[in-house]
């Protein structure tokens, strides 16, 4: 390299073409002051090489030319860098959602690995002009963590209790426990912030707040629960805070002999009424005006505060003062007050610690105010715990020092009469009834302030900034509810109004709540019930960090590191103690309120998914127990069937899928396969994965599915019976239809068919294979519903099935035309709009007399189907009439052909059919003994039968009629080779075998005509030995025109055994 370094003249004249373009050109010129200014310092561009005189030139074939703009260094290549290629830049805005991976038409969104996976395309590419940042003019209407959080929380702590409560509770408690209670309340609070902060620090939270963060991390069922006990409860408290208010307002008006009606609990109630109006009021005004108010409301607050600090310093001002309580700071009196004098108060109840506990807990529940406005905040994850901490720790202060400055300034007692005060007998209550003091006056800190009308004026900040609070902060949890669908009815209340989608309606309900609770008019009433739901709410915070941290799931990374997952196990726990220690009964009512909601939303089955804890710990617990199977060894006791159907898409063949759940419903592992030809984009997968999930799920079958593409029918039938499954999680048998058009199919399918068979029992599995009367393909049916339009639902189901028809494994053209009049099934009540189902068709709906949903089956033309076609197709989810089960158990095959009749008779659908038990006679002339070592060893195996038949006959030489009608099967498959059908050799090879199945035809129709179901030992495909066709042959003389009929075979592997 020279030593003068790289010639700039020569640096200036490179651009690469590929990004000249006019707006290019254009930015170009408006970076030249700039850009000249630097380029010296630049580095070569990437795709440059220095040459020996210090000039850059082109190391690959693009070519560089001058630029346009001489003099100046072109940063096109650094601006337009999204020109060259098809990968998207990392940007936030591909994480918002998960929905930024679907491509919208005109969005810049990241490309899928299926558009990065094609050839590049020959066309202009969307590019737009600018990345631009977030757009942030959303944020013009939102709070930071000051006015949102610090201001909210400091109103929402220093609320009413402060001014009316505290100094009773000195009285009651003494100073000492006093303090306890304020240090145990705020371990509660601290302990479930720093939860909370955790929670809020681990993504981006929206509106709801406690709900939604809840909601999001122990899921909708305790989201759900807790978030309407939650709204109720800022419900109540804006009840608390407005009587409160109230409360303070009377004894101002009783000061200056004024009442309304009879200055007691009927004042209280008017004045809550016309407060609450004037709340909602200033609400719809908008969010903005309420955070104004709350400023000043602060400020008036503060000053109160601070007038009763110097007023208690300076002393009583005069006589009266002092006989009302307030001699200043004494060491005697704080002496008096260090301890506790729990007395009966105005109620009648008798208090104790937790009893003040309960009363003054709602003066530190302010915590959450910030939290419940996480919707409206700039930053809420890093605003909530900035603003709570704080607020927290300055609260816990400012009631300490109250508490020591009541606790020493003013007497428990005093009777108010100014003449005792000379004698020191005015703290004297005997036989008179003392209505001033820590014990008896709720305005103390009025008393003592150096202007003590400052302190109504505080007080009433407090209370009515407070109540303003909760009265904002229980609407947008209910719209949050309501918005997620998870409880019936409150979805009315999730309509939003204007730019900041104001929760007009649930202020209406909110404001119902709070108007009820007026009425009650005391303010210790009320405050138990709110402390009650309060402390649900912190336990479920906490149990929900908890929970999260113990998962260990990745997806839990909050910035927030000052926690622990056992500090939030002792909030949740402590929280918990409380609530029985304040009040067993109330306690118990409010977890069964919680589990009551629980209950309501588990069986309401909401479709939300949103990556919840217990979502993390049903997948730990699920490979946890997978691999602790894998280390199990299997054993005959605990065999049970895993059953593999080859179904083709589900919809396609219902009753192959029904009888397959008879057999495992409820006890294990069911899976059905599908399989394409073609190979298929993941897109395609996902939406044929997602129509199967849930059309399983809309007919109640809890099976998995698996689909295999890109590969020819017997290929892809031993891929899924080699690989689906994990560890002992596998199938160990299989079930599939019989193909019933095999004598016009092409021989390569009957040999797939064949081979199918084969490979299924080559990798040890058992095999079925079921035949019914009118086949089991019902591709041709849609299934939907009869409210939906006619349009909608032709075309959705016709997508369904173009997507699923090329994956059948066993095809039955002889299926009905579907082209008779219509019919009506009647299934679960379904809720179009949203997709939601109901766990039951005939439930309080149906009692009601309300309108049901009738599914509707039609054929692709949107013809309906008939009524003989839908009760065949759903012949096995109906109750079967009593009959018998005929169990042809011909060869030892391990007792799987014994075993799965027997389930089946455990079934309700099949509880009606007895078994009959057939067995081949060893020795004609010992019937007797043979049969009684038959049912012998049945009742070892301790299945329950009807009837034990011995076949002796089974050797004996089939009819005429039988033979001729076995050839005429046969006859168009006679070949001279026998890679191309049946040949003399092999026909005289296997002429015992063939006789056999036969006669075993013959017998069939002579004990088994009438059976609800016959299950019968599977011929074995030999492969070499039989071939296709005429092992076709032989299932065919057994099945046809008989009950429907599973021919079974287990794996020679013992599943049944009489020891214990």
């Not at 060491?331 to 260090?338: I, K, R």
């Not at 118990?588 to 710990?617: E, H, M």
């Not at 079934?907 to 060893?922: D, E, G, K, M, P």
Request: proline share 4%.
């Amino acid at each position: 390299m020279d030593s003068e370094g790289p010639d700039k003249e020569s640096i200036r004249h490179f651009s690469i073409s590929l990004v000249d373009s006019e707006t290019q050109q254009q930015e170009d010129t408006e970076m030249t002051t700039s850009s000249s200014s630097t380029a010296a310092n630049l580095p070569p561009f990437p795709g440059y090489t220095e040459e020996k005189n210090g000039t850059l030139g082109p190391s690959s074939p693009l070519q560089a030319e001058p630029s346009s703009n001489q003099g100046s260094l072109s940063y096109s290549t650094f601006r337009s860098f999204r020109r060259l290629t098809r990968e998207a830049l990392p940007r936030l805005d591909h994480y918002r959602n998960l929905a930024s991976i679907v491509k919208n038409p005109g969005s810049r969104q990241r490309p899928t690995i299926d558009d990065l996976l094609k050839p590049a395309q020959d066309k202009q590419m969307l590019v737009p002009d600018e990345e631009k940042a977030y757009d942030s003019s959303n944020l013009d209407n939102k709070f930071g963590w000051v006015r949102g959080v610090l201001v909210r929380c400091l109103l929402n702590i220093w609320g009413v209790i402060l001014f009316i409560r505290l100094s009773w509770m000195v009285g009651q408690a003494g100073i000492l426990e006093a303090i306890g209670i304020i240090t145990c309340c705020n371990i509660v609070t601290t302990v479930t912030t720093l939860s909370m902060s955790a929670i809020s620090t681990n993504g981006q939270i929206k509106g709801g707040g406690t709900y939604y963060m809840i909601s999001r991390s122990l899921g909708p069922e305790f989201g759900g629960a807790i978030g309407l006990i939650f709204a109720f409860a800022n419900a109540i408290a804006c009840s608390m805070h407005i009587v409160g208010f109230c409360e303070s307002m009377n004894d101002l008006l009783k000061s200056q002999g004024v009442m309304i009606f009879d200055g007691a609990l009927n004042d209280i109630r008017l004045i809550s009424c016309i407060t609450l109006v004037f709340l909602v009021g200033i609400c719809i005004v908008g969010m903005e005006w309420e955070a104004r108010a709350q400023v000043v409301l602060l400020l008036v607050l503060l000053t109160a505060m601070i007038a009763f600090v110097i007023g208690a310093f300076i002393g009583p001002l005069n006589d009266e003062e002092i006989a009302k309580g307030f001699v200043g700071v004494n060491s005697t009196v704080f002496y008096d007050n260090l301890y506790s004098d729990y007395r009966v108060d105005a109620t009648g109840k008798q208090q104790d610690f937790f009893g003040v506990f309960s009363v003054f807990f709602p003066a530190c529940t302010g915590i959450l105010a910030g939290a419940n406005i996480s919707g409206d905040l700039k930053d809420p994850s890093a605003a909530i715990p900035k603003g709570t901490l704080l607020a927290i720790a300055a609260t816990y202060l400012s009631y300490i020092i109250f508490v020591l400055i009541c606790g020493a300034a003013t007497v428990r007692d005093a009777t108010g009469i100014v003449d005792t005060v000379f004698n020191g007998s005015f703290t004297n209550c005997t036989g008179i009834k003392c209505d001033y003091g820590l014990q008896n006056s709720v305005q103390v800190m009025e008393l003592m302030s150096v202007f003590g009308p400052l302190i109504y004026a505080g007080c009433f900040a407090a209370s009515l900034s407070s109540a303003l609070a909760t009265l904002v902060s229980a609407p947008k949890v209910f719209q949050a509810l309501g918005r997620d669908y998870l409880f019936p009815k409150i979805e009315w209340f999730a309509k939003g109004y204007g730019k900041t989608e104001e929760p007009y309606r649930a202020y209406v309900l909110a404001a119902g709540i709070v108007v009820i609770f007026n009425l009650v008019a005391r303010l210790d009433s009320i405050a138990p019930i709110i402390t009650n739901f309060f402390m649900a709410t912190y336990a479920l915070v906490n149990f929900s960090t908890f929970h999260a941290s113990l998962q260990k799931n990745p997806g839990w990374r909050p910035t927030f590191k000052y926690y622990h997952p056992l500090l939030s196990l002792f909030g949740g726990l402590l929280s918990t103690a409380i609530m029985f220690m304040i009040q067993w009964w109330t306690a118990l009512i409010t977890f069964v309120i919680v589990l009551l909601l629980y209950v309501i939303v588990y069986y309401r089955k909401p479709d939300v998914n949103w990556g919840s804890s217990p979502q993390a710990q049903t997948f730990t617990i699920a490979l946890n127990s997978v691999a602790t199977l894998s280390t199990v060894e299997d054993h005959v006791k605990n065999y049970r069937p895993s059953v593999l159907v080859l179904s083709g898409a589900p919809h396609s063949r219902p009753p192959l899928l029904h009888f397959a759940n008879s057999i495992t419903k409820n006890m294990s592992l069911l899976v059905t396969g599908q399989w394409m030809t073609d190979i298929q984009h993941k897109r395609t997968r996902t939406q044929i994965t997602q129509e199967a999930n849930k059309w399983l799920s809309r007919h109640k079958i809890r099976a998995f599915y698996a689909l295999t593409d890109g590969l020819p029918v017997e290929k892809a039938a031993r891929v899924l019976m080699t690989n689906v499954g994990l560890g002992r999680l596998q199938p160990n048998m299989v079930l599939m239809g019989y193909k019933a058009d095999w004598q016009t199919a092409p021989y390569t399918d009957i040999y797939a068919y064949f081979k199918i068979i084969h490979n299924a029992f080559d990798v040890h599995l058992a095999v079925g294979v079921l035949r019914v009367e009118g086949g089991l393909d019902y591709s041709s049916v849609v299934e939907g519903l009869h409210t939906i339009s006619e349009s909608t639902n032709t075309e959705a189901s016709s997508n369904s099935n173009a997507s699923s028809t090329n994956g059948n494994i066993e095809v039955n053209p002889t299926a009905p035309a579907a082209d008779q009049e219509s019919y009506q099934h009647t299934t679960p009540k379904t809720n179009v709009a949203s997709g939601k189902e109901n766990s039951s068709g005939f439930g309080l709906g149906t009692i009601l007399g309300k309108k049901k949903k009738m599914q509707e089956y039609q054929n692709k033309e949107g013809e309906h189907t008939s009524p003989q076609l839908i009760d065949a197709m759903l012949r096995f989810t109906r109750k079967q009439p009593k009959g018998t089960i005929d169990v042809w158990w011909l060869y030892d095959d391990g007792g799987l052909t014994l075993l799965l009749p027997y389930i089946l008779t455990t079934r309700s659908n099949w509880s009606q059919c007895t078994l009959r038990i057939f067995f081949l006679a060893n020795k004609k002339d010992d019937l007797a003994s043979e049969h009684r070592r038959m049912a012998e060893l049945l009742c070892k195996f301790r299945i329950d039968f009807s009837d034990v038949v011995m076949v002796p006959d089974v050797l004996q030489r089939p009819r005429e009629e039988s033979v001729k009608d076995f050839n005429n099967i046969i006859s168009q498959f006679m070949a001279e080779d026998s890679d191309e059908g049946i040949t003399e050799a092999e026909l005289l090879a296997l002429k015992d075998k063939t006789c056999r199945h036969i006669r075993l035809r013959e017998l069939l129709l002579e004990h088994s005509r009438n059976a609800s179901l016959i299950v019968m030992t599977l011929p074995m495909p030999v492969l070499g030995t039989v071939s296709a066709p005429l092992y076709m042959a032989w299932l065919e003389t057994l099945t046809k025109e008989m009950p429907p009929f599973l021919l079974l075979r287990g794996n020679q592997s013992s599943v049944l055994t009489f020891y214990s």
